[in-house]
């Protein structure tokens, strides 16, 4: 998907209602796709939350998840890039 395709399908709803993208993840355990959409998403009024917060274990051995165990540490590089963003708009 694209911000041009975000903005056509989601952009319009969001003009009208509050919305939030439940459990936005990819298959790889990288986030080249979850930093464009979370961009968006900040300059669009949109909501997100990430897929995973169990602590499964590393990224790619149970799936794709944010913390490798119940301390919080972040996966590589997934839940490295998503910690990452939450601090460049809130740091």
């Known amino acids: ?3 041009a ?3 056509s ?3 319009t ?3 009208q209602v509050p919305v939030t993208a439940g459990e936005i993840g990819q298959n790889t355990c ?3 796709y979850i930093d464009p959409l979370m961009a968006w998403a900040d300059t669009n009024g949109v909501g997100y ?7 499964w274990g590393v990224c ?3 799936g794709n998840v944010l913390i490798e165990n119940v301390d919080g540490t972040p996966t590589k590089t997934y839940g490295e890039g998503f910690k990452a963003h939450l601090q460049s708009v809130n740091p």
């Open 5 to 7: 395709c975000w903005d």
């Open 60 to 62: 790619g051995s149970s």
């Open 30 to 32: 990288a986030h080249d």
């Open 49 to 55: 939350l990430a897929w995973t917060w169990n602590a």
């Open 1 to 3: 998907m694209t911000a």
């Open 13 to 15: 709803v969001a003009k």
């Open 9 to 11: 399908q989601i952009g």
